[in-house]
Protein backbone atom coordinates (compact mmCIF):
# COMPACT_ATOMS: atom_id res chain seq x y z
CA UNK A 1 0.00 0.00 0.00
CA UNK A 2 2.12 3.05 -1.64
CA UNK A 3 -0.46 5.71 -0.03
CA UNK A 4 0.48 4.97 3.47
CA UNK A 5 3.89 6.64 2.72
CA UNK A 6 2.80 9.79 1.18
CA UNK A 7 2.27 12.91 2.73
CA UNK A 8 0.74 16.33 0.60
CA UNK A 9 0.87 19.71 1.69
CA UNK A 10 1.34 22.86 1.59
CA UNK A 11 2.40 26.07 3.63
CA UNK A 12 0.40 28.63 4.47
CA UNK A 13 1.82 32.15 5.42
CA UNK A 14 1.17 36.22 5.21
CA UNK A 15 3.59 37.79 2.63
CA UNK A 16 6.88 38.17 3.87
CA UNK A 17 6.45 35.73 7.01
CA UNK A 18 8.98 33.06 5.40
CA UNK A 19 6.92 30.52 3.43
CA UNK A 20 10.16 30.48 0.48
CA UNK A 21 12.35 30.60 2.82
CA UNK A 22 11.31 27.63 4.62
CA UNK A 23 10.50 25.77 1.38
CA UNK A 24 14.34 26.18 0.46
CA UNK A 25 15.42 24.96 4.32
CA UNK A 26 13.10 21.74 3.63
CA UNK A 27 14.50 20.71 -0.06
CA UNK A 28 18.44 21.05 1.80
CA UNK A 29 17.49 18.63 4.33
CA UNK A 30 15.50 16.27 2.20
CA UNK A 31 18.77 16.79 -0.45
CA UNK A 32 16.42 17.98 -3.08
CA UNK A 33 19.26 20.71 -3.67
CA UNK A 34 22.61 20.32 -4.15
CA UNK A 35 24.73 22.44 -3.34
CA UNK A 36 26.13 23.59 -6.60
CA UNK A 37 22.28 24.00 -7.71
CA UNK A 38 21.35 25.72 -4.14
CA UNK A 39 20.17 29.28 -4.94
CA UNK A 40 18.72 31.65 -2.49
CA UNK A 41 14.60 31.21 -2.98
CA UNK A 42 14.75 28.03 -5.50
CA UNK A 43 10.66 27.95 -5.74
CA UNK A 44 10.30 31.19 -6.65
CA UNK A 45 11.08 30.55 -10.07
CA UNK A 46 10.88 34.19 -12.61
CA UNK A 47 13.25 36.68 -12.22
CA UNK A 48 10.44 39.18 -11.19
CA UNK A 49 8.83 37.14 -8.54
CA UNK A 50 12.53 36.65 -7.30
CA UNK A 51 13.08 40.84 -7.15
CA UNK A 52 9.18 41.21 -5.60
CA UNK A 53 9.67 38.67 -3.50
CA UNK A 54 6.59 37.03 -3.91
CA UNK A 55 5.44 33.94 -5.41
CA UNK A 56 3.38 34.06 -8.70
CA UNK A 57 3.31 30.88 -10.07
CA UNK A 58 2.91 27.93 -7.86
CA UNK A 59 5.43 24.66 -7.98
CA UNK A 60 5.26 21.87 -6.57
CA UNK A 61 8.20 19.09 -5.58
CA UNK A 62 8.50 15.64 -4.59
CA UNK A 63 10.74 15.16 -1.51
CA UNK A 64 11.89 11.64 -0.47
CA UNK A 65 12.44 12.00 3.48
CA UNK A 66 13.42 9.04 5.82
CA UNK A 67 12.04 9.35 8.87
CA UNK A 68 12.78 9.44 12.59
CA UNK A 69 11.37 5.61 12.17
CA UNK A 70 13.64 4.75 9.94
CA UNK A 71 10.63 4.58 6.58
CA UNK A 72 10.95 6.93 4.14
CA UNK A 73 8.23 9.24 2.60
CA UNK A 74 7.05 11.09 -0.25
CA UNK A 75 6.44 14.21 0.93
CA UNK A 76 4.61 16.53 -1.84
CA UNK A 77 5.29 20.30 -0.81
CA UNK A 78 2.33 22.45 -3.38
CA UNK A 79 3.44 25.53 -3.31
CA UNK A 80 0.78 28.09 -3.17
CA UNK A 81 0.76 31.66 -4.83
CA UNK A 82 0.90 34.07 -2.02
CA UNK A 83 -1.42 37.32 -2.78
CA UNK A 84 -4.87 38.12 -2.72
CA UNK A 85 -5.53 38.54 -6.68
CA UNK A 86 -4.59 34.49 -7.02
CA UNK A 87 -7.55 32.95 -4.08
CA UNK A 88 -8.94 30.62 -6.76
CA UNK A 89 -5.69 29.07 -7.31
CA UNK A 90 -4.81 28.78 -3.50
CA UNK A 91 -7.93 27.37 -2.90
CA UNK A 92 -7.42 24.80 -5.88
CA UNK A 93 -3.58 23.77 -4.51
CA UNK A 94 -5.31 23.59 -0.64
CA UNK A 95 -7.36 20.94 -2.14
CA UNK A 96 -4.95 18.90 -3.49
CA UNK A 97 -3.61 18.66 -0.07
CA UNK A 98 -4.38 16.48 3.64
CA UNK A 99 -2.21 18.87 5.62
CA UNK A 100 -1.18 22.44 6.02
CA UNK A 101 2.23 24.27 7.57
CA UNK A 102 0.89 27.60 9.10
CA UNK A 103 3.61 29.62 9.54
CA UNK A 104 3.37 32.68 11.02
CA UNK A 105 5.89 35.37 11.50
CA UNK A 106 6.75 35.03 15.27
CA UNK A 107 7.76 38.77 15.32
CA UNK A 108 4.37 39.81 13.85
CA UNK A 109 1.86 37.36 14.49
CA UNK A 110 -1.55 36.61 12.84
CA UNK A 111 -2.20 38.89 9.39
CA UNK A 112 -5.26 39.52 7.05
CA UNK A 113 -3.73 37.11 4.87
CA UNK A 114 -3.19 34.49 7.27
CA UNK A 115 -6.47 34.53 8.36
CA UNK A 116 -8.18 33.86 4.89
CA UNK A 117 -5.66 30.84 3.84
CA UNK A 118 -5.99 29.07 6.66
CA UNK A 119 -9.94 29.41 7.13
CA UNK A 120 -9.52 28.24 3.54
CA UNK A 121 -7.23 24.95 4.80
CA UNK A 122 -10.05 24.57 7.26
CA UNK A 123 -12.76 24.48 4.94
CA UNK A 124 -10.38 21.29 2.47
CA UNK A 125 -10.49 19.42 6.03
CA UNK A 126 -6.70 19.97 5.98
CA UNK A 127 -4.63 19.16 9.11
CA UNK A 128 -3.32 22.11 10.24
CA UNK A 129 0.48 22.24 11.88
CA UNK A 130 1.43 25.72 13.35
CA UNK A 131 5.03 26.67 12.95
CA UNK A 132 5.93 30.19 13.98
CA UNK A 133 9.21 31.16 12.41
CA UNK A 134 12.15 33.54 12.98
CA UNK A 135 12.70 33.10 16.47
CA UNK A 136 15.98 33.45 15.77
CA UNK A 137 14.97 37.24 15.83
CA UNK A 138 15.34 39.29 19.56
CA UNK A 139 12.19 40.68 18.79
CA UNK A 140 10.03 37.56 18.28
CA UNK A 141 6.98 36.89 21.02
CA UNK A 142 6.27 33.63 20.21
CA UNK A 143 3.74 32.99 23.45
CA UNK A 144 1.85 36.14 22.52
CA UNK A 145 1.81 34.74 19.07
CA UNK A 146 0.94 31.14 20.00
CA UNK A 147 -1.93 32.60 22.00
CA UNK A 148 -2.91 34.69 19.14
CA UNK A 149 -2.58 31.79 16.72
CA UNK A 150 -5.12 29.78 19.63
CA UNK A 151 -7.74 32.69 20.11
CA UNK A 152 -8.27 33.78 16.81
CA UNK A 153 -7.88 30.25 14.66
CA UNK A 154 -8.45 28.26 17.35
CA UNK A 155 -5.71 25.81 16.54
CA UNK A 156 -4.41 23.98 19.78
CA UNK A 157 -0.96 25.83 19.93
CA UNK A 158 0.53 24.29 23.40
CA UNK A 159 3.49 22.42 21.08
CA UNK A 160 3.70 24.69 18.67
CA UNK A 161 6.97 23.79 16.61
CA UNK A 162 9.47 27.32 16.80
CA UNK A 163 11.84 27.43 14.29
CA UNK A 164 14.00 29.52 12.29
CA UNK A 165 13.66 28.81 8.34
CA UNK A 166 16.40 31.30 8.28
CA UNK A 167 18.87 29.84 10.32
CA UNK A 168 17.40 25.88 10.02
CA UNK A 169 17.04 25.49 13.36
CA UNK A 170 14.17 23.25 14.54
CA UNK A 171 13.04 23.19 10.31
CA UNK A 172 13.71 18.98 10.71
CA UNK A 173 11.39 18.99 13.51
CA UNK A 174 8.84 20.10 10.83
CA UNK A 175 9.48 17.20 8.67
CA UNK A 176 8.34 15.04 11.83
CA UNK A 177 5.73 16.54 12.27
CA UNK A 178 4.55 16.16 8.81
CA UNK A 179 4.79 12.82 9.09
CA UNK A 180 3.32 12.72 12.26
CA UNK A 181 0.37 14.81 11.32
CA UNK A 182 -0.62 14.98 8.18
CA UNK A 183 -2.82 12.06 7.26
CA UNK A 184 -1.79 9.82 4.45
CA UNK A 185 -4.17 9.49 1.40
CA UNK A 186 -6.69 6.96 0.43
CA UNK A 187 -8.09 6.29 -2.61
CA UNK A 188 -9.03 3.10 -4.64
CA UNK A 189 -6.50 2.30 -7.59
CA UNK A 190 -9.17 0.46 -9.77
CA UNK A 191 -11.58 2.83 -9.62
CA UNK A 192 -12.21 5.45 -12.37
CA UNK A 193 -9.57 8.12 -12.87
CA UNK A 194 -10.33 10.98 -11.07
CA UNK A 195 -7.49 13.81 -10.81
CA UNK A 196 -7.91 17.45 -9.76
CA UNK A 197 -5.66 19.90 -11.73
CA UNK A 198 -3.97 22.46 -9.05
CA UNK A 199 -1.76 24.36 -11.40
CA UNK A 200 -0.87 24.72 -15.08
CA UNK A 201 1.55 26.57 -17.35
CA UNK A 202 2.95 26.61 -21.25
CA UNK A 203 6.14 25.60 -21.62
CA UNK A 204 7.38 26.10 -24.93
CA UNK A 205 9.20 22.71 -25.27
CA UNK A 206 6.77 20.33 -23.77
CA UNK A 207 3.13 22.88 -24.89
CA UNK A 208 0.87 22.74 -21.74
CA UNK A 209 2.30 21.35 -18.35
CA UNK A 210 -0.50 20.08 -16.48
CA UNK A 211 -0.13 19.61 -12.35
CA UNK A 212 -2.40 16.92 -11.00
CA UNK A 213 -3.22 15.44 -7.64
CA UNK A 214 -5.10 11.85 -7.93
CA UNK A 215 -7.90 11.15 -5.76
CA UNK A 216 -8.77 7.91 -7.23
CA UNK A 217 -7.74 5.93 -9.82
CA UNK A 218 -4.49 5.22 -12.09
CA UNK A 219 -2.93 7.22 -14.78
CA UNK A 220 -0.40 5.66 -17.03
CA UNK A 221 1.70 7.44 -19.88
CA UNK A 222 0.13 6.55 -23.30
CA UNK A 223 -3.29 6.95 -21.35
CA UNK A 224 -6.06 8.53 -23.77
CA UNK A 225 -7.81 11.40 -21.23
CA UNK A 226 -10.35 13.40 -20.71
CA UNK A 227 -10.80 16.94 -19.54
CA UNK A 228 -14.28 16.88 -18.01
CA UNK A 229 -15.00 20.76 -18.44
CA UNK A 230 -14.60 20.63 -21.79
CA UNK A 231 -15.02 16.97 -23.10
CA UNK A 232 -11.43 17.23 -25.11
CA UNK A 233 -8.96 13.84 -24.98
CA UNK A 234 -5.26 14.02 -25.24
CA UNK A 235 -2.79 11.37 -24.82
CA UNK A 236 -0.44 11.51 -22.15
CA UNK A 237 3.27 11.55 -24.00
CA UNK A 238 4.98 12.99 -20.53
CA UNK A 239 4.26 11.61 -17.12
CA UNK A 240 6.21 12.66 -14.09
CA UNK A 241 7.13 14.80 -11.00
CA UNK A 242 9.20 17.80 -10.26
CA UNK A 243 12.14 16.55 -7.61
CA UNK A 244 12.86 19.61 -8.60
CA UNK A 245 13.93 18.21 -11.82
CA UNK A 246 11.53 16.65 -13.46
CA UNK A 247 11.47 13.19 -13.48
CA UNK A 248 9.44 10.35 -15.55
CA UNK A 249 7.11 7.66 -13.87
CA UNK A 250 5.35 5.18 -15.87
CA UNK A 251 2.04 5.22 -13.32
CA UNK A 252 0.90 7.25 -10.44
CA UNK A 253 -1.97 5.85 -8.17
CA UNK A 254 -4.38 7.17 -5.31
CA UNK A 255 -2.83 9.82 -3.52
CA UNK A 256 -0.27 10.82 -5.87
CA UNK A 257 0.94 14.36 -7.44
CA UNK A 258 2.77 14.66 -10.61
CA UNK A 259 2.84 16.00 -13.81
CA UNK A 260 1.78 15.39 -17.27
CA UNK A 261 2.05 16.88 -20.29
CA UNK A 262 -0.61 15.92 -23.65
CA UNK A 263 0.36 18.20 -26.38
CA UNK A 264 -1.80 20.74 -24.59
CA UNK A 265 -1.41 24.05 -27.02
CA UNK A 266 -3.20 26.21 -24.56
CA UNK A 267 -4.10 26.58 -21.02
CA UNK A 268 -7.85 26.84 -21.53
CA UNK A 269 -7.22 22.91 -22.15
CA UNK A 270 -6.37 22.46 -19.08
CA UNK A 271 -8.43 24.72 -16.81
CA UNK A 272 -7.04 24.98 -12.89
CA UNK A 273 -9.78 23.24 -10.94
CA UNK A 274 -11.04 21.30 -13.60
CA UNK A 275 -11.07 16.93 -13.65
CA UNK A 276 -8.72 15.05 -15.60
CA UNK A 277 -10.25 11.47 -16.23
CA UNK A 278 -10.14 8.66 -19.12
CA UNK A 279 -11.50 9.03 -21.69
CA UNK A 280 -12.63 4.93 -21.89
CA UNK A 281 -14.15 5.23 -18.37
CA UNK A 282 -14.58 8.54 -17.22
CA UNK A 283 -15.48 9.47 -13.74
CA UNK A 284 -19.06 10.08 -12.68
CA UNK A 285 -18.02 12.29 -10.02
CA UNK A 286 -15.68 15.41 -10.69
CA UNK A 287 -14.33 18.16 -8.85
CA UNK A 288 -17.02 20.37 -7.67
CA UNK A 289 -16.72 24.05 -7.75
CA UNK A 290 -14.74 24.40 -10.99
CA UNK A 291 -14.53 28.11 -11.61
CA UNK A 292 -13.24 29.76 -14.69
CA UNK A 293 -11.31 33.05 -13.52
CA UNK A 294 -12.86 36.01 -14.69
CA UNK A 295 -10.60 39.33 -14.70
CA UNK A 296 -12.16 41.83 -12.45
CA UNK A 297 -9.89 44.78 -13.02
CA UNK A 298 -9.17 46.44 -16.72
CA UNK A 299 -7.06 49.11 -18.41
CA UNK A 300 -5.89 49.94 -21.92
CA UNK A 301 -2.57 48.94 -23.09
CA UNK A 302 -1.04 50.84 -26.31
CA UNK A 303 2.11 51.02 -28.17
CA UNK A 304 3.95 53.95 -27.89
CA UNK A 305 4.79 54.19 -31.71
CA UNK A 306 1.83 52.92 -34.08
CA UNK A 307 5.02 50.35 -35.19
CA UNK A 308 4.99 48.82 -32.25
CA UNK A 309 1.66 47.42 -32.39
CA UNK A 310 2.06 44.16 -34.16
CA UNK A 311 5.24 43.21 -31.25
CA UNK A 312 3.11 44.22 -28.51
CA UNK A 313 0.17 41.62 -29.89
CA UNK A 314 3.13 38.84 -30.24
CA UNK A 315 4.28 39.67 -26.58
CA UNK A 316 0.68 39.78 -24.98
CA UNK A 317 -0.08 36.43 -26.94
CA UNK A 318 3.03 35.05 -25.05
CA UNK A 319 1.96 36.09 -21.92
CA UNK A 320 -1.40 34.83 -22.27
CA UNK A 321 -0.49 31.28 -22.94
CA UNK A 322 1.26 30.98 -19.63
CA UNK A 323 -1.18 33.51 -17.76
CA UNK A 324 -5.23 31.84 -17.95
CA UNK A 325 -6.00 34.95 -15.81
CA UNK A 326 -5.12 37.51 -18.10
CA UNK A 327 -7.00 38.17 -21.16
CA UNK A 328 -7.30 40.94 -24.13
CA UNK A 329 -8.51 41.80 -26.97
CA UNK A 330 -8.04 44.51 -29.68
CA UNK A 331 -9.17 47.95 -28.96
CA UNK A 332 -9.06 51.31 -30.66
CA UNK A 333 -9.10 54.71 -29.19
CA UNK A 334 -9.27 57.90 -30.90
CA UNK A 335 -6.95 59.13 -28.50
CA UNK A 336 -4.40 56.68 -28.59
CA UNK A 337 -4.87 54.75 -31.47
CA UNK A 338 -5.01 50.83 -31.89
CA UNK A 339 -4.27 49.28 -28.43
CA UNK A 340 -5.67 46.11 -26.36
CA UNK A 341 -8.19 46.11 -23.69
CA UNK A 342 -6.60 43.82 -21.34
CA UNK A 343 -8.07 42.25 -18.49
CA UNK A 344 -6.51 41.01 -15.08
CA UNK A 345 -7.44 39.35 -11.87
CA UNK A 346 -6.41 42.74 -9.66
CA UNK A 347 -4.20 45.56 -9.64
CA UNK A 348 -0.97 43.31 -8.24
CA UNK A 349 -1.55 41.19 -10.99
CA UNK A 350 -2.18 43.93 -13.77
CA UNK A 351 1.79 45.39 -12.16
CA UNK A 352 3.10 42.50 -12.84
CA UNK A 353 1.57 42.09 -16.25
CA UNK A 354 2.84 45.85 -17.04
CA UNK A 355 6.49 45.34 -15.53
CA UNK A 356 7.04 41.84 -17.95
CA UNK A 357 5.84 43.35 -20.98
CA UNK A 358 8.13 46.12 -20.33
CA UNK A 359 11.21 43.71 -19.06
CA UNK A 360 10.66 40.73 -20.88
CA UNK A 361 9.13 41.80 -23.86
CA UNK A 362 11.18 45.35 -24.13
CA UNK A 363 7.18 46.96 -24.68
CA UNK A 364 6.73 50.68 -24.78
CA UNK A 365 3.21 51.41 -23.45
CA UNK A 366 0.99 53.42 -22.15
CA UNK A 367 -1.51 52.01 -19.83
CA UNK A 368 -4.62 53.76 -19.29
CA UNK A 369 -6.17 54.33 -15.62
CA UNK A 370 -7.73 50.85 -14.41
CA UNK A 371 -11.15 50.68 -13.69
CA UNK A 372 -13.51 47.67 -13.07
CA UNK A 373 -16.18 46.58 -14.92
CA UNK A 374 -19.75 47.91 -14.83
CA UNK A 375 -23.45 46.26 -14.82
CA UNK A 376 -25.66 48.52 -17.36
CA UNK A 377 -29.24 48.34 -17.71
CA UNK A 378 -30.40 49.61 -20.54
CA UNK A 379 -33.61 51.62 -21.00
CA UNK A 380 -34.77 48.74 -23.19
CA UNK A 381 -33.72 46.22 -20.78
CA UNK A 382 -30.85 44.61 -21.54
CA UNK A 383 -28.24 43.89 -19.43
CA UNK A 384 -24.97 44.21 -20.43
CA UNK A 385 -21.19 44.74 -18.86
CA UNK A 386 -18.69 46.96 -19.64
CA UNK A 387 -15.38 46.83 -18.96
CA UNK A 388 -14.00 50.55 -20.51
CA UNK A 389 -15.92 53.84 -18.93
CA UNK A 390 -15.68 54.98 -23.09
CA UNK A 391 -17.78 52.41 -23.93
CA UNK A 392 -20.92 53.44 -21.58
CA UNK A 393 -24.07 53.94 -23.71
CA UNK A 394 -25.35 57.54 -23.55
CA UNK A 395 -27.21 58.43 -20.39
CA UNK A 396 -30.49 58.59 -22.23
CA UNK A 397 -30.18 54.97 -22.91
CA UNK A 398 -29.11 54.06 -19.42
CA UNK A 399 -31.90 52.79 -16.94
CA UNK A 400 -29.09 52.06 -14.10
CA UNK A 401 -26.00 51.11 -13.45
CA UNK A 402 -24.03 48.74 -10.69
CA UNK A 403 -20.51 48.67 -9.56
CA UNK A 404 -18.97 45.71 -8.35
CA UNK A 405 -18.30 45.42 -4.31
CA UNK A 406 -16.25 43.68 -2.31
CA UNK A 407 -16.03 42.46 1.59
CA UNK A 408 -12.81 43.71 2.93
CA UNK A 409 -11.38 42.53 6.27
CA UNK A 410 -8.46 44.25 7.66
CA UNK A 411 -6.30 44.22 10.81
CA UNK A 412 -4.88 46.55 12.25
CA UNK A 413 -3.77 47.43 15.91
CA UNK A 414 -6.13 49.18 17.59
CA UNK A 415 -3.96 52.64 17.91
CA UNK A 416 -5.37 52.79 14.05
CA UNK A 417 -8.75 52.03 13.98
CA UNK A 418 -9.91 55.35 13.88
CA UNK A 419 -7.65 56.08 11.02
CA UNK A 420 -9.10 52.69 8.96
CA UNK A 421 -12.46 53.63 9.74
CA UNK A 422 -12.29 57.17 8.31
CA UNK A 423 -10.11 55.76 5.18
CA UNK A 424 -13.21 53.17 4.51
CA UNK A 425 -16.10 56.16 4.88
CA UNK A 426 -14.22 58.30 2.67
CA UNK A 427 -14.12 55.39 0.19
CA UNK A 428 -18.26 55.05 0.43
CA UNK A 429 -17.52 51.63 2.85
CA UNK A 430 -20.36 50.05 4.57
CA UNK A 431 -18.94 48.97 7.64
CA UNK A 432 -20.12 45.05 8.49
CA UNK A 433 -18.10 44.24 11.59
CA UNK A 434 -15.29 45.41 13.86
CA UNK A 435 -13.68 43.23 16.78
CA UNK A 436 -10.78 42.49 19.10
CA UNK A 437 -8.43 39.30 18.22
CA UNK A 438 -6.47 40.08 21.03
CA UNK A 439 -6.13 43.14 23.31
CA UNK A 440 -4.75 45.13 20.34
CA UNK A 441 -5.88 43.92 17.65
CA UNK A 442 -8.90 44.25 16.06
CA UNK A 443 -10.71 42.84 12.76
CA UNK A 444 -12.62 45.14 10.93
CA UNK A 445 -15.12 44.27 8.10
CA UNK A 446 -16.27 46.38 5.43
CA UNK A 447 -18.17 46.35 2.01
CA UNK A 448 -16.57 48.62 -0.41
CA UNK A 449 -17.32 49.35 -4.18
CA UNK A 450 -14.42 47.63 -6.03
CA UNK A 451 -13.55 51.01 -8.26
CA UNK A 452 -12.59 52.86 -5.24
CA UNK A 453 -10.17 50.59 -3.95
CA UNK A 454 -8.57 49.74 -7.67
CA UNK A 455 -8.10 53.53 -7.28
CA UNK A 456 -5.56 53.91 -4.43
CA UNK A 457 -7.10 52.25 -1.54
CA UNK A 458 -3.90 50.32 -0.56
CA UNK A 459 -1.44 53.07 -0.48
CA UNK A 460 -3.62 55.20 1.43
CA UNK A 461 -4.08 52.06 3.86
CA UNK A 462 -1.05 51.54 4.33
CA UNK A 463 -0.11 55.24 4.47
CA UNK A 464 -2.37 56.22 7.36
CA UNK A 465 -1.93 52.74 9.25
CA UNK A 466 2.26 53.10 8.46
CA UNK A 467 2.39 49.69 7.09
CA UNK A 468 0.94 48.08 10.23
CA UNK A 469 -2.51 46.63 8.56
CA UNK A 470 -3.16 43.67 6.80
CA UNK A 471 -6.15 42.92 4.62
CA UNK A 472 -7.74 40.74 2.02
CA UNK A 473 -10.52 40.76 -0.14
CA UNK A 474 -13.19 39.33 -2.31
CA UNK A 475 -15.58 40.47 -4.60
CA UNK A 476 -18.89 40.06 -3.87
CA UNK A 477 -21.79 41.30 -5.98
CA UNK A 478 -23.06 43.86 -8.32
CA UNK A 479 -25.17 46.98 -6.56
CA UNK A 480 -26.76 49.98 -8.07
CA UNK A 481 -24.88 53.19 -7.71
CA UNK A 482 -25.57 56.69 -9.10
CA UNK A 483 -22.60 56.94 -11.28
CA UNK A 484 -21.54 59.38 -13.80
CA UNK A 485 -19.11 59.18 -17.10
CA UNK A 486 -16.58 62.05 -16.33
CA UNK A 487 -14.94 63.08 -19.80
CA UNK A 488 -11.59 64.72 -19.61
CA UNK A 489 -11.06 67.32 -22.93
CA UNK A 490 -7.92 68.81 -24.02
CA UNK A 491 -8.06 71.87 -26.29
CA UNK A 492 -11.95 70.92 -26.76
CA UNK A 493 -11.50 67.29 -27.68
CA UNK A 494 -12.47 64.57 -25.16
CA UNK A 495 -10.05 62.16 -24.94
CA UNK A 496 -11.67 58.99 -24.61
CA UNK A 497 -9.05 57.50 -23.09
CA UNK A 498 -9.15 59.23 -19.89
CA UNK A 499 -12.79 58.63 -19.79
CA UNK A 500 -14.00 57.59 -16.14
CA UNK A 501 -16.61 56.24 -14.35
CA UNK A 502 -16.77 58.37 -10.70
CA UNK A 503 -19.98 58.42 -7.93
CA UNK A 504 -22.23 61.39 -8.82
CA UNK A 505 -21.34 62.86 -5.52
CA UNK A 506 -17.73 63.05 -6.13
CA UNK A 507 -17.38 64.01 -9.44
CA UNK A 508 -17.28 67.33 -8.86
CA UNK A 509 -14.20 67.26 -6.20
CA UNK A 510 -12.75 64.40 -8.40
CA UNK A 511 -13.00 66.31 -11.78
CA UNK A 512 -11.33 69.36 -10.38
CA UNK A 513 -8.36 67.77 -9.25
CA UNK A 514 -7.70 65.34 -12.50
CA UNK A 515 -7.87 68.30 -14.64
CA UNK A 516 -5.46 69.80 -12.04
CA UNK A 517 -3.23 67.15 -12.27
CA UNK A 518 -3.47 66.69 -16.09
CA UNK A 519 -2.61 70.68 -16.74
CA UNK A 520 0.43 69.42 -14.52
CA UNK A 521 1.85 67.11 -15.73
CA UNK A 522 1.11 68.12 -19.39
CA UNK A 523 4.45 69.55 -20.55
CA UNK A 524 3.92 73.57 -21.46
CA UNK A 525 3.51 73.82 -25.21
CA UNK A 526 4.07 76.85 -27.80
CA UNK A 527 0.14 77.42 -27.43
CA UNK A 528 -2.37 77.80 -24.78
CA UNK A 529 -3.48 74.20 -23.76
CA UNK A 530 -7.20 73.95 -21.96
CA UNK A 531 -7.80 71.02 -19.79
CA UNK A 532 -11.89 70.42 -19.18
CA UNK A 533 -13.96 67.98 -17.25
CA UNK A 534 -16.99 67.56 -18.14
CA UNK A 535 -20.22 65.27 -17.27
CA UNK A 536 -22.16 64.85 -20.42
CA UNK A 537 -22.16 68.41 -21.84
CA UNK A 538 -21.70 70.03 -18.22
CA UNK A 539 -18.19 71.15 -17.70
CA UNK A 540 -17.40 70.98 -14.13
CA UNK A 541 -13.77 72.01 -13.76
CA UNK A 542 -11.14 73.78 -16.20
CA UNK A 543 -7.56 74.58 -16.10
CA UNK A 544 -5.23 76.21 -18.21
CA UNK A 545 -1.42 75.71 -19.53
CA UNK A 546 -0.25 79.37 -20.61
CA UNK A 547 2.08 78.78 -23.99
CA UNK A 548 5.59 78.67 -23.35
CA UNK A 549 9.00 78.76 -25.49
CA UNK A 550 10.67 75.66 -24.74
CA UNK A 551 14.35 75.64 -24.86
CA UNK A 552 15.71 72.67 -22.12
CA UNK A 553 19.46 73.71 -23.35
CA UNK A 554 18.78 76.89 -21.92
CA UNK A 555 19.92 75.71 -18.72
CA UNK A 556 23.23 74.76 -19.68
CA UNK A 557 26.06 76.90 -19.32
CA UNK A 558 29.03 77.25 -21.96
CA UNK A 559 30.48 74.96 -24.80
CA UNK A 560 29.65 72.22 -22.37
CA UNK A 561 28.41 69.95 -25.22
CA UNK A 562 28.20 66.55 -23.67
CA UNK A 563 25.93 67.85 -20.79
CA UNK A 564 23.66 69.76 -24.09
CA UNK A 565 23.97 65.95 -25.13
CA UNK A 566 22.54 64.43 -22.48
CA UNK A 567 20.08 66.61 -21.42
CA UNK A 568 18.45 66.23 -25.01
CA UNK A 569 18.74 62.44 -25.07
CA UNK A 570 16.91 62.65 -22.14
CA UNK A 571 14.63 64.66 -22.94
CA UNK A 572 14.18 61.95 -27.01
CA UNK A 573 13.06 59.33 -23.79
CA UNK A 574 10.98 60.84 -22.22
CA UNK A 575 9.11 61.82 -25.28
CA UNK A 576 9.00 58.35 -26.02
CA UNK A 577 6.46 57.71 -22.97
CA UNK A 578 4.27 60.39 -24.84
CA UNK A 579 1.02 60.51 -27.09
CA UNK A 580 0.33 62.95 -29.45
CA UNK A 581 -3.34 63.98 -28.99
CA UNK A 582 -4.37 66.65 -31.57
CA UNK A 583 -1.59 68.74 -31.60
CA UNK A 584 -1.18 68.28 -27.85
CA UNK A 585 1.14 65.77 -26.39
CA UNK A 586 0.40 64.01 -23.15
CA UNK A 587 2.83 61.71 -21.63
CA UNK A 588 2.16 58.38 -19.68
CA UNK A 589 1.66 59.98 -16.22
CA UNK A 590 -1.13 62.05 -17.34
CA UNK A 591 -3.12 58.53 -17.51
CA UNK A 592 -2.32 58.02 -14.38
CA UNK A 593 -3.08 60.89 -12.78
CA UNK A 594 -6.36 60.41 -12.52
CA UNK A 595 -5.53 57.91 -9.92
CA UNK A 596 -3.89 59.92 -7.89
CA UNK A 597 -6.05 62.54 -7.92
CA UNK A 598 -7.54 62.40 -4.45
P1 LIG B 1 6.25 35.67 -0.24
O1 LIG B 1 7.03 34.82 -1.21
O2 LIG B 1 6.22 37.10 -0.64
O3 LIG B 1 4.93 35.10 0.13
O4 LIG B 1 7.09 35.74 1.10
P2 LIG B 1 7.53 34.52 1.96
O5 LIG B 1 6.49 34.27 2.99
O6 LIG B 1 7.93 33.41 1.07
O7 LIG B 1 8.77 35.11 2.72
P3 LIG B 1 10.31 34.84 2.46
O8 LIG B 1 10.66 33.43 2.67
O9 LIG B 1 10.67 35.47 1.17
O10 LIG B 1 10.91 35.66 3.69
C1 LIG B 1 10.67 37.03 3.86
C2 LIG B 1 11.87 37.66 4.54
O11 LIG B 1 12.02 37.13 5.86
C3 LIG B 1 13.18 37.35 3.83
O12 LIG B 1 13.98 38.50 3.89
C4 LIG B 1 13.79 36.22 4.65
O13 LIG B 1 15.19 36.22 4.58
C5 LIG B 1 13.30 36.56 6.03
N1 LIG B 1 13.18 35.36 6.87
C6 LIG B 1 12.52 34.22 6.60
N2 LIG B 1 12.63 33.34 7.61
C7 LIG B 1 13.38 33.94 8.56
C8 LIG B 1 13.85 33.55 9.86
O14 LIG B 1 13.61 32.46 10.36
N3 LIG B 1 14.59 34.46 10.54
C9 LIG B 1 14.89 35.68 10.02
N4 LIG B 1 15.64 36.49 10.77
N5 LIG B 1 14.48 36.07 8.82
C10 LIG B 1 13.73 35.23 8.09
Redesign the pocket.
Given at each position: NRTKHIRNFSII?H????????ADRILEITGAVSEREKRD?YL?KMELERER???IKSQTVRLPYTAANGETYELNLIDTP?HVDFSYEVSRSLAACEGALLVVDATQGVEAQTLANVFMALDHDLEIIPVL??I??PSSHTEEVAQEIEEIIGLDCTDALQ?????GLNVEKVLEAIVQQVPAPSGDPDAPLKALIFDSWYDSYRGVVVLFRILEGTIRKGDKIKINSTGREFDVTSLGAFTPEPVQYKEFGPGEVGFLCANMKELSDAPVGDTVTLAKNPTQDPFPGFQEVKPMVFCGLYPVEPAEYEPLKTALEKLQLNDAAFHFEPETSQALGFGFRAGFLGLLHMEIIQERLEREFNAKLIATAPSVAYQVTNTDGVVSIIDNPSKLPEIQEIASLAEPYVRMEIHVPNDYVGAVLKLCEEKRGIQQDMKYLTSTRVMITYELPFAEIVFDFFDKLKSVTRGYASMDYEVIDFRESDLVKLDMLINGDVIDALAVIVHRERATRYGRAVALKLKRSIPRQLYEVVVQAAIGSRIIARERNAPLRKNVTAKCYGGDISRKRKLLEKQKAGKKRMKKMGSVEIPQEAFLAALKAE
Open positions: AIDHGKSTLQDGITGNKDLVSAKT
